[in-house]
């Protein structure tokens, strides 16, 4: 069993960044590919980032490209996800994810097996 805990959000003015944490505990991360979701209220929940495990590939949605980074050092059991040029339109709960199989990235949400807690951003305008 994988445990995930979020950090790194908060509230940001629009064109500031943010570098959101996701740490695991219970057993190492290395052979999973880890993804970044976010769920803006009263909307379903769309994939922003994943890595592999090596953090060799990643894939970012359209929306963020250019503007996100994810990260990865397995050695701290830890995924990052480096925000910039932050619109109102990135206000949500951020969700860190891990899939067990495959060590693949991956955009689909049931795919994945573990799943954090949830960090908020919020972006003022």
């Known amino acids: 069993q994988v445990q995930l805990v979020e950090s790194g959000g908060g509230l940001v003015q629009a064109g500031g960044s943010l570098r959101l944490s996701c740490a695991a505990s219970?057993?190492?991360?290395?052979?999973?590919?880890m993804g970044w979701f976010r769920q803006a209220s009263g909307k379903s929940r769309e994939f922003v980032a994943a890595a592999s495990s090596s953090g060799g590939s990643t894939l970012y949605a359209d929306s963020v490209k250019g503007r996100v980074t994810i990260s990865r050092d397995n050695a701290k059991n830890t995924v990052y996800l480096q925000m910039n040029s932050l619109s109102p339109e990135d206000t949500a709960v951020y969700y860190c994810?891990?899939?067990?199989?495959?060590?693949?990235?991956?955009?689909?949400?049931?795919?994945?097996?573990?799943w954090g807690q949830g960090t908020q951003v919020t972006v003022s305008s």
């Open positions: 994810a891990a899939k067990r199989t495959l060590s693949s990235p991956e955009f689909w949400a049931y795919k994945y097996d573990y």
């Open positions: 219970g057993r190492t991360i290395s052979t999973y590919a």
